[in-house]
């Protein structure tokens, strides 16, 4: 079945790095965009990055921008999240996501279909 | 950035009860608008996209509504299983997108 499995989370120093993997299985991984959402301790979900199927774009969040990288290897169907000077609003539980779409009237409408269960990124000293 | 505005932001509800939760763009969004239910300790469902469009398996008493700044997410005859958090998300601005600050909806 569709799966997206995430690893690599714990607990870091302010100041650290941490790199997360999300493990694809069950579609054709290099077809499709994948993002990056979190949601910090008892909060809402806040989008994070995005980068395209193919790996040729990527966009961040402005809290993020520079400090995080997202990138993928479509040969191992895996994506990551390279995070490096981390801060303690950086805390959350870190989820991908697949996007899919459907051509609707005049309009492509996007949307995360498929989610991994999350992992927990603590940045405390 | 768009900002999107949910409300309100908790319900207490009652099974068999109709909800309505809305969700604002602080600007014209079109029906760019997806819904996502969470529940605690889980990630996020697909609910509705394009504003309005039952995802695959969803139960049909979820419906979606709305274009440009005001959308609503209706639950029609509420069940145990929908106590849950309910999220907003524009994708006007794509790839960067945003989401209500949510509703959590509670039982009675």
Known sequence: ?125 | AIRMTQSPSSLSASTGDRVTITCRASQGISSYLAWYQQKPGKAPKLLIYAASTLQSGVPSRFSGSGSGTDFTLTISCLQSEDFATYYCQQYYSYPFLTFGGGTKVEIK
């Open chain 1, 1 to 125: 079945q569709v799966q997206l499995v995430e690893s690599g989370g714990g607990v870091v120093q302010p100041g650290g790095s941490l790199r997360l993997s999300c493990a694809a299985s069950g579609f054709t991984f290099s077809s499709y965009g994948m993002h990056w959402v979190r949601q910090a301790p008892g909060k809402g979900l806040e989008w994070v990055a995005f980068i395209r199927y193919d790996g040729s774009n990527k966009y961040y969040a402005d809290s993020v921008k520079g400090r995080f990288t997202i990138s993928r290897d479509n040969s191992k169907n895996t994506l990551y999240l390279q995070m490096n000077s981390l801060r303690a609003e950086d805390t959350a539980v870190y989820y991908c996501a697949k996007e899919d779409g459907q051509q609707a009237g005049h309009g492509y409408y996007y949307y995360m279909d498929v989610w991994g269960k999350g992992t927990t990124v603590t940045v405390s000293s």
